[in-house]
C-alpha cells in the first residue's frame, strides 16, 4: 500500500523536517539567550510548531540540547576528517585539521557557545555524550600524530596523551575566545598551537 502524502512529502519526511526545525529552533535558543533560559514553549515557537510535536521527537528539553550539540560537534568532525583528507603531508594534515576545526567551531558562534558552555555539566547522560564526542576527536588526533616520523614508534598510550594535550590546549583557546578575545583572527590559535606543539610534532 502506498503511503499517503500531503504536500509531496511522506509522513516520515514530514517527521524529519519537524526534527531539523526544532532543532535548529534549540540551536538559536540555546546559542543565544542560554540552555537554562530557553523553554520548550519558546523552543516551539521558534520552530512555528505545536507543543505536540516537540514531544513527538524528544522526551524532554535536555534531550533537544543533546541533539543539538551532538549535531554541531559531528559537523565540525566532519570538516576536520575532510580537511585531513586533503592533505598528503603529516604536518600539512595536522595543521589543515588544526584549522578546519578552528574555522568550523567558531564560524557559528551560537554553536560554539552550545558546545562550549551550555552543553558542559548538564547531567550524567550529556556528558557521557561529549566524552563520545571528545574521545573520537582524541582517536583522530592520535592517529595523525602517528603519522609524524617523529612520533611514529611511540607507543599508542603516548601518542594518546599528545592527543589529549592538543586538544585540550585547542579547547582552552577557544573557549578563551568565546570568551572575549575577539579582536585577533580566529587563526591565531592554530598559528599558537603550532608554536607549542610543534618541537613535539618535529
Do not use: K
Request: aromatic share 8%; with cysteine; hydrophobic share 45%.
Amino acid at each position: 500500500m502506498t503511503e499517503r502524502r500531503y504536500g509531496g512529502r511522506t509522513a516520515d519526511e514530514r517527521r524529519a523536517e519537524r526534527r531539523v526545525r526544532l532543532i535548529d529552533a534549540g540551536h538559536e535558543l540555546f546559542g543565544t539567550n542560554g540552555y537554562p533560559a530557553s523553554t520548550i514553549e519558546g523552543v516551539c515557537i521558534e520552530a512555528s510548531l505545536n507543543a505536540r510535536y516537540f514531544y513527538e521527537q524528544f522526551r524532554h528539553r535536555e534531550e533537544l540540547l543533546r541533539a543539538v550539540y551532538s549535531r554541531q560537534a559531528w559537523h565540525v568532525l566532519d570538516a576536520v576528517r575532510v580537511a585531513l583528507e586533503s592533505e598528503l603531508d603529516p604536518r600539512c594534515r595536522l595543521e589543515a585539521g588544526l584549522s578546519a576545526f578552528v574555522e568550523a567551531m567558531l564560524m557559528d558562534e551560537r554553536g560554539t557557545r552550545i558546545v562550549y558552555m551550555e552543553a558542559v555539566g548538564v547531567s550524567p547522560a550529556l556528558e557521557q555524550e561529549r566524552r563520545r564526542v571528545n574521545e573520537e576527536y582524541v582517536a583522530v588526533l592520535s592517529r595523525e600524530a602517528a603519522r609524524l616520523e617523529r612520533l611514529a614508534f611511540l607507543p599508542d598510550e603516548d601518542l594518546r596523551a599528545i592527543a589529549v594535550a592538543l586538544m585540550g590546549a585547542t579547547d582552552a583557546l577557544v573557549a578563551d575566545w568565546l570568551a572575549g578575545e575577539r579582536q585577533r583572527d580566529s587563526s591565531w590559535i592554530v598559528e599558537t598551537l603550532l608554536t607549542i606543539f610543534g618541537p613535539t610534532l618535529g
